[in-house]
């Protein structure tokens, strides 16, 4: 089911295996209303006690397979424990990361599994260019980062780098302080002497983020830190040490793609309209008035399912609810400080291009933009020249 910032349940997008649940159901099983407690929702790393947050892209076949296979339990009336299943199809998944079949199967075809290599590469070749230093800290073993990056970079890949740290067990690498650097040899062997710096052009292993920040000394707003996971990339990191954070959001590329159709402008300024005309238009109670108000009501209802199916026509975008932003975008912009679909949108920018946060209206200030200006407050000054704003 898909969530809300405000911790409700989008109703129309609970499922149960491969069957949407009745919104009633979805109500009733929460005493009467679409509002999870705070106890049963993730906690920091986005698993509570009874609720998981699936929300990086290695979630989509775990999210899969347990559709799947709830389905085929329910469809064939076999019994089960959920709570079995779960940690069954868990720990399939786990291994297949754990034991390594997933970087041999990208190994075997390179050019369908990695992609934006060039781009990816024109990027960390310009911010050496300008004297960045950049570091590379990974959980997945060398011998897949060596030849992912030949694939992208070429052998001397090594050389855009200043520190690469392999195997780093994140999200621990960030919080336990007991685990050492270890250097490997070009064979992925491990040598056995104290790290008392970090080398450019030498791979380690494992280690910790507070001997990291020791050796390095980078701290602070001055680091940049990019990952495609809020928690075991980015929270620690923006919470505890003030690095800045970049997310990658694979998603927002056919997002954006969808927000710049026609259909999708059209349908949102119209329904926008008649929240507008429904919140200032609520005072009349006479039958006729009423009558409008329900006419209006439901045209907004269908106008919200229709543009929740632009997006995916079970969960709709994957950053808002019908109005509300979702619980991973609250997460989103809580630990990121920018957030994009790939490392190569920075090609769009300056290397010294500064993105200066936005200023977005709180409901008792003036509405400057579009979503507002629908409100019906008339009252506003200047609200007749502000009405051509987009």
Wanted: proline residues 4%.
């Amino acid at each position: 089911m898909k969530i809300d910032a405000f911790h409700y349940v989008q109703l129309g997008t609970a499922y149960r295996g491969l069957q949407p649940v009745p919104d009633e159901e979805v109500i009733d099983l929460y005493g009467g209303t679409q509002h999870i407690p705070l106890y049963q929702m993730s906690g920091f790393y986005g698993k509570g006690p009874s609720i998981k947050q699936f929300m990086d892209i290695f979630s989509l076949p775990e999210m899969a397979l347990l559709s799947c296979v709830v389905d085929h339990f329910l469809g064939h009336g076999l019994e089960f424990d959920q709570a079995h299943l779960y940690k069954d199809v868990t720990d399939a998944i786990r291994d297949v990361h754990v034991k390594g079949l997933m970087y041999q199967w990208i190994e075997r075809d390179m050019e369908k599994y990695i992609l934006r290599g060039d781009e990816t590469f024109a990027v960390l070749s310009r911010l050496v260019a300008h004297g960045k230093q950049l570091f590379l800290i990974t959980n997945s073993p060398f011998s897949f980062v060596d030849k992912g990056m030949r694939h992208m970079v070429g052998p001397d890949w090594r050389q855009l780098f200043d520190v690469v740290i392999v195997q780093a067990d994140k999200p621990s690498f960030f919080t336990d302080r007991r685990k050492p650097f270890r250097k490997l040899d070009e064979k992925g062997s491990l040598h056995w002497d104290r790290i008392t710096r970090l080398e450019k052009g030498k791979i380690y292993r494992q280690g910790n983020l507070f001997d990291f920040l020791r050796l390095t000394e980078w701290r602070g707003p001055r680091v940049l830190y990019f990952g495609d996971h809020l928690y075991s990339d980015l929270a620690d990191l923006m919470l505890r040490h003030g690095w800045r954070t970049g997310a990658i959001i694979p998603e927002l590329e056919r997002e954006i793609r969808i927000i710049n159709t026609e259909q999708y402008m059209h349908s949102l300024t119209w329904q926008q309209a008649l929240t507008g005309l429904l919140e200032r238009m609520q005072t009349y109670q006479d039958a006729e008035s009423k009558q409008v108000l329900a006419a209006w009501m439901k045209e907004r209802q269908e106008l919200r399912y229709i543009t929740k199916a632009l997006f995916n026509a079970q969960f709709g975008s994957i950053f808002r609810t019908f109005h509300n932003p979702t619980y991973f975008s609250r997460r989103l912009v809580r630990f990121s400080d920018l957030y994009m679909a790939s490392l190569s949108c920075l090609l769009n920018y300056r290397v010294d291009f500064t993105f200066y946060p936005r200023r977005t209206p709180l409901q008792h200030e003036a509405p400057l933009w579009m979503d507002q200006l629908c409100t019906g407050c008339m009252k506003t000054p200047f609200l007749g020249d502000m009405a051509h704003i987009r």
